[in-house]
């Protein structure tokens, strides 16, 4: 069966650090990635989805980026945090035979 | 452009009874259709899909329909346990990769 991990959990970094969230899927191959956010008391924003390795299409131009080295794994990164990155970020993967998206646990990042 | 919305932002039901949580959306291109649900701190898990086929899709106290012409679904839950509170997401695809989510709902099933 396919399952998807996401780390870390909770993360507290201060204003100007970098970010590194990782999310790796297992049980399937060339999975369509995605990075969402959810900011408080908000809906699910798509940040960057990828269809293949080294793939990236960013949907809101802002801090972050991503990557995705590896068939199953995917990255979002910053260089400089700000406070405004704070929110809970998910990884989802879907696959093109089935229309269902699986999300990871999130992580909930607080910028300070 | 929110393609899909959720208008409600709560809902409280008493055990036992019926919950109806609605769904509107505006691209006619939307061909299947979702339902999540999340808890806080967790990521949403998938709960029952349609696809613009159907009008209609069950799975055991749960159950979606689409009205294609007022682009429109509901999620209906019979019946209400305790829990079933949880934020619940609904969300649309079309061809392609994206899936579209509202701003979600929150239910409260109350004992």
């Known amino acids: 069966s396919q399952t998807i991990h996401q780390w870390p959990a909770t993360l507290v970094q201060p204003v100007g650090s970098p970010l590194s969230l990782e999310c790796t899927v297992e049980?399937?191959?060339?999975?369509?990635l995605y990075w969402y956010r959810q900011a408080a008391g908000r809906g699910l924003q798509l940040l960057f989805y990828?269809?293949?390795?080294?793939?990236i299409s960013s949907e809101v131009p802002q801090n972050l980026s991503a990557s995705r080295p590896q068939d199953r794994q995917f990255i979002l990164s910053s260089k400089k945090l700000l406070l405004s990155d704070s929110g809970f970020y998910l990884c989802?993967?879907?696959?093109?035979?089935?229309?269902?998206?699986?999300f990871g646990a999130g992580t909930r990042l607080s910028v300070l | 452009d929110q393609q899909v919305k959720q208008n409600s932002p709560s809902l409280s039901v008493q055990e036992g009874r019926i919950s109806i949580l609605n769904c509107d959306y505006t691209?006619?291109?939307?061909?299947?259709f979702l339902w999540y649900k999340k808890y806080p701190a967790e990521g949403p898990t998938f709960l029952i899909s349609i696809s613009s086929i159907k009008d209609k899709n069950e799975d055991g106290r749960f159950t979606v329909f689409l009205n294609k012409s007022a682009k429109h679904l509901s999620l209906h839950i019979v019946p209400s346990q305790p829990g079933d509170s949880a934020v619940y997401f609904c969300a649309a695809k079309r061809a392609g990769n994206q899936f579209y989510f509202g701003t979600g709902t929150s239910l409260t099933v109350i004992p």
């Open positions: 990828s269809v293949g390795i080294g793939q």
């Open positions: 691209n006619s291109m939307f061909d299947y």
């Open positions: 049980g399937t191959s060339n999975p369509n």
């Open positions: 989802a993967w879907s696959s093109d035979q089935k229309n269902i998206q699986y």
